[in-house]
């Protein structure tokens, strides 16, 4: 079963396995965030800089709602999540909430690492264009809330090659060492990966987006078996040419630091 960090006992449970764990259960969640997002067409107004002025702000409307909902989610504690990392880290209020203690599993550098920028601009400028249908409804605002929960849930996996990263190093110190003195990026993306596990990851996602992206009748002999709501291609493409990449990006920033 897939536990959340914070909880004291997956903290000192954590293994590769129960981190894997928690990364197949997160597939779901992307898979039926693209869905939900596939249900808009691409509505481009919603990422026009010259499509709508709102009071004291320059810029898309897409951005507006994600630097307005994650001002309102800093506000009521979110980022003090280490699982968490916003899109806009420069225009956050601080936490209004009680502070929570979350179990430290990181090293301290680990915060100084997001790289939401680049996840930002792969959803936007290439992964967006392939599973939503040219056109225009007129609801940009749902489109652009739809657009945020598919950039956190993927953010949200991306950056947990921290937590794997740390894990794999507790697993084999000795190994990492070296390449993590003489700054070897390399050295160090070759040692955290596992390509057999790749292959399974890519497989799985479009079998559940194949499964979860199915028009469920109850009359089988009239299923329709039609186009599933997000190509499962395309989300095999995601995981291998962006999520994985990306999240393998993670763990080298992190393991350069892990010595500091
Ligand atoms: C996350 C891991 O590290 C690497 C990245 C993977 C991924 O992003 O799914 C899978 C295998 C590894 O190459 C892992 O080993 O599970």
């Known amino acids: 079963m897939a536990m959340a960090l ?5 903290a000192n449970a954590m293994t590769l396995d129960s981190l894997r764990d928690s990364l197949i259960r997160q597939e779901d969640t992307i898979i039926f965030a693209l869905i939900e997002r596939a249900r ?9 800089h010259s499509y709508a002025k709102f009071p004291g702000y320059s810029g898309s409307l897409v951005q507006f709602v994600v630097r307005e909902t994650e001002a309102l989610l800093a506000k009521a504690g979110k980022f003090t999540n280490p699982e968490e990392h916003p899109f806009s880290p420069n225009d ?7 502070p929570y203690n979350f179990t430290k599993v990181l090293h301290p550098a680990a915060a100084s690492i997001n790289i939401n920028k680049s996840i930002w601009n792969m959803y936007f400028d290439k992964l967006l264009a392939l599973f939503t249908t040219p056109g225009d409804d007129g609801n940009y605002a749902s489109t652009a809330a ?6 956190q849930a993927l953010s949200r996996r991306i950056h947990y090659g921290k937590f794997v990263a740390e894990v794999k190093f507790r697993e084999s110190p000795r190994e990492y060492e070296p390449a993590i003195r003489s700054q070897d990026r390399d050295a ?3 040692l955290l990966t596992v390509e057999s596990v790749e292959e399974l990851v890519k497989k799985r996602v479009a079998k559940k987006a194949m499964v979860f992206g199915q028009e469920v009748t109850l009359d089988d002999n009239n299923a329709k078996k039609g186009k599933c ?3 499962p291609s395309v989300v095999s493409r995601l995981y291998a040419e962006w999520v994985m990449p990306l999240t393998k990006v993670v763990q080298v920033e992190y393991l350069l630091r892990r010595l500091d």
């Open 6 to 10: 914070n909880d004291s006992v997956s």
């Open 40 to 48: 808009f067409p691409t509505n481009s107004p919603a990422y026009d």
């Open 92 to 98: 956050l209020p601080p936490s209004e909430a009680p």
């Open 146 to 151: 739809s657009d945020l929960v598919c950039l």
């Open 188 to 190: 160090l993306m070759k």
């Open 229 to 231: 709501k997000v190509d």
